[in-house]
Nanobody, 123 residues
């Protein structure tokens, strides 16, 4: 099986920074990080940053210039550097990736989500 494990969340004051990590584990043949999402209490899950295959990254307008998504394919890991944090950035953050794993004699591709990591920004 494949798991995406997020880390790096926590409590930070407004103006501070956090770096989220999302590492995939399992019998991974190919790791294709797709992006980071977040969900605040009472709100729907929203896209924060997305990676495109060979193309530019896309960011929500609310985080442009403050957040940076990156990936390390060799480590099957995707990161989200968050600077100049604001109280409205408070949410549970989730990573999303397409992963191909080796299962018996088959290669199986699926869409996976991390369990979420809480980010709380105090004013």
């Amino acid at each position: 099986q494949v798991q995406l494990v997020e880390s790096g969340g926590g409590l930070v004051q407004a103006g501070g920074s956090l770096r989220l990590s999302c590492a995939a584990s399992g019998s991974i043949v190919r790791f294709n990080a797709k992006g980071w999402y977040r969900q605040a209490p009472g709100k729907e899950r929203e896209l924060v940053a997305a990676l495109t295959a060979g193309g530019p990254t896309n960011y929500a307008d609310s985080v442009k210039g403050r957040f940076t998504i990156s990936r390390d394919n060799a480590k099957n890991t995707v990161y989200l550097q968050m600077n100049s944090l604001k109280p409205e950035d408070t949410a549970v953050y989730y990573c999303n990736a397409e992963v191909t794993r080796y299962s018996g004699s088959l290669y199986v591709t699926g869409d996976y989500w991390g369990q979420g990591t809480q980010v709380t920004v105090s004013s």
